[in-house]
């Protein structure tokens, strides 16, 4: 019996043991469970709280970026040449559609674009977050604005955003100097430093709008809204107002700009109106001009092609773009060489026969029967180039070269205008460089009337003119005259900046003026075209050569085809007494500095001198 009693005891102490065993191994469980549940509430309610609490607030309060106006553009008489205007674009907001393929298909019928347009824009997006508005469409008319307005809750996610552009007061007025606003690519967010850039804003692409985009851009606002479910505001919660960007204040004169550019129509070439005793430009003129509508939310590929192929090229900026040979108005560089070297004085004399020989081979004048014996003044007066080859023989290429630059030829001018060329003028050293060849001395001679190798751009050209006008002081092209805040308070103001002098004396420069003023008011001047009545005018009238004599020889001048013929320059100051202003025009193909040029710059200058001229005619009464 007490066998059996022990052995049921034994049984039950391992039953015992076997249930303390299960029930400690239960509590484990229960323990880990508990322990997975601790460790998940501290990640969500501690590690995470912050940025569900974010992300909750979201589904109900949004942020949404408010752009800041951008900065005026004016002309130095205060008066707007760019302003703002309200800008409706039409965005996606990828949290709010539930159903983004009917609703794409929807936009693609009210926008009238193909629906592989909208995947594109969705696929430029697809990185930034599901709120992030994407821009779908920009600048509806306001027919689709009315009818998305109307219909958007069956539109889901899709908004109407409002947002100041661009207005061009005198539609394609200064274009390539104003330039236009684009969409910011990708490479542009990532340059944008420290600047909150939004994926779809817009950024200066070129002219004033890309050099000066941090002074016009602004700095943007914020605005919270409530939301519901579906994404629609319910209510506006709080504001910060954005700041306006600054208004720039050109140095460009609206008036004689739109002379310049009116003269132009229909021409391809610059017109550039400059203040001799200070650099600044009044009119900076490009033709033709760039269509600024255009670029309002990103020019179609239809317009893009049409400016493409236009043979006058209007996305060139002609001003400090076009590199062309100066032709005969680089003669009074060659005068002052001659002049300043000793080899030719006022009494040197050189007969013109129409031509003249060098090494066997003719170098005819442009007048072929000849100019006769004519002096300096006289042969800037009738452009006769037999005698500046003879001057350029006698000083050489690399004095004329050393002139030149002194007068602001081979180099940028330093302007504040993008992709200015330099221009290129030749030397012996130059061309051994270049061409792996020594220097020719009928080379010599082309430079000497501004042919061969030369090439400069119109506002080098002007430069000169100013830089002769204002006694050999040569002062830095500037555009701008002043940037100003919101209040109008001036925040930054450019002074003139003297960039170097002529070389050469007083006598010399005496001389030259002598030879420009002759130009336009003497007997046989090339340029009594552009004569004003009561206002003295000093010029220079040039015909560069595009492809070489022989090939139009004989070919009555308009059936020469156009881009073979030759371009027209005319640079001139005036008033000559006392000169104010130096007006440069080039017109590409144009055939003849004094008629294709000289009556746009007569143009010109009678716009600056409109008041004058009036009041002369009053006088005469």
């Given at each position: ?33 508990v322990m997975i549940l601790v460790v998940r509430l501290w ?201 306006s960007g600054n208004d720039i204040k050109l140095t460009i ?175 012996t050293d130059w061309k051994l460089k270049q061409r792996k ?185």
């Amino acid at each position: 019996m007490r066998q059996v009693i022990s052995k049921i005891q034994k049984i039950n102490e391992a039953e015992l043991t076997e249930l303390k065993r299960r029930v400690n191994i239960a509590t484990l469980i229960i323990l880990f469970f508990v322990m997975i549940l601790v460790v998940r509430l501290w990640y969500l309610q501690i590690l995470r709280g912050p940025d569900y609490v974010k992300l909750s607030e979201n589904n109900r309060i949004r942020m949404q970026w408010v752009n800041a106006p951008r900065g005026n553009i004016w002309d130095r008489n205060g008066k707007e040449i760019v302003t703002n205007r309200p800008f409706f674009n039409v965005t996606w907001v990828r949290e709010d559609a539930p159903n983004p393929d009917m609703v794409l298909k929807k936009m693609a019928v009210i926008l009238k674009v193909d629906i592989s347009e909208l995947l594109e824009r969705i696929r430029e997006g697809q990185d930034y977050p599901r709120y992030v508005p994407i821009r779908l469409k920009e600048d509806i008319d306001w027919k689709t604005l009315v009818y998305i307005e109307n219909h958007r809750y069956d539109l889901p996610g899709i908004r109407i955003e409002v947002l100041p552009s661009r207005k061009y007061i005198h539609d394609n007025l200064a274009s390539h100097l104003i330039g236009y606003l684009g969409r910011i690519n990708q490479k542009e967010l990532n340059d944008a430093k420290n600047v909150n850039y939004q994926p779809n804003d817009h950024i200066g692409k070129l002219g004033i709008e890309k050099l000066y985009e941090d002074k016009l851009r602004g700095e943007k606002g914020q605005r919270y809204v409530e939301v519901d479910v579906q994404g629609f505001e319910q209510r506006e919660i709080a504001v910060h107002e954005p700041l306006s960007g600054n208004d720039i204040k050109l140095t460009i004169d609206l008036d004689i700009q739109k002379a310049a550019e009116d003269a132009l129509e229909n021409k391809g070439g610059a017109v550039i109106v400059m203040e001799v005793n200070s650099g600044r430009l009044l009119a900076f003129a490009s033709s033709p001009p760039l269509e600024l509508e255009e670029f309002i939310g990103g020019i179609s590929q239809k317009a893009w092609d049409k400016m493409q192929q236009n043979i006058m090229h209007p996305f060139l900026n002609k001003t400090v773009q076009g590199q062309y040979p100066p032709a005969s108005t680089y003669k009074m560089v060659t005068a002052l060489a001659g002049l300043s070297e000793g080899v030719i004085n006022q009494d040197t004399i050189y007969y013109c026969a129409g031509s003249m020989m060098l090494h066997g081979r003719r170098y005819h004048c442009w007048k072929r029967s000849g100019h006769g014996a004519v002096s300096l003044v006289d042969a800037l007066a009738q452009s006769c180039d037999v005698y500046f080859y003879q001057v350029g023989l006698k000083v050489g290429v690399n004095s004329l070269a050393k002139y030149a630059r002194s007068l602001g030829f081979g180099t940028q001018t330093g302007i504040n205008v993008e992709h200015e060329k330099p221009g290129l003028i030749p030397t012996t050293d130059w061309k051994l460089k270049q061409r792996k060849e020594g220097w020719q001395e009928g080379e010599t001679m082309s430079v000497a009337i501004g042919q061969g190798f030369n090439l400069a751009t119109p506002l080098q050209v002007c430069q000169m003119t100013a830089t002769i006008a204002n006694n050999g002081i040569r002062y830095r092209p500037q555009i701008i005259e002043s940037i100003m805040d919101e209040s109008g308070t001036i925040t930054e103001k450019f002074e003139p900046i003297e960039d170097g002098r002529m070389l050469g004396d007083s006598k010399s420069l005496g001389l030259i003026k002598a030879g420009m003023l002759a130009v336009v008011n003497g007997e046989r001047g090339t340029a009594k075209l552009v004569r004003l009545d009561g206002i003295t005018v000093a010029g220079k009238t040039g015909t560069a050569q595009v492809v070489k004599l022989a090939q139009n020889k004989n070919v009555p001048e308009d059936e020469i085809p156009y881009k073979y013929r030759d371009h027209a320059w005319f640079t001139c100051y005036a008033p000559a007494e006392k000169p104010e202003i130096a007006v440069t025009v080039l017109v590409e193909h144009g055939l003849h500095g004094s008629s294709g040029a000289g009556p746009v710059a007569k143009l010109v200058l009678e716009s600056y001198f409109s008041d004058r001229l009036v009041h002369k005619e009053k006088d005469k009464k």
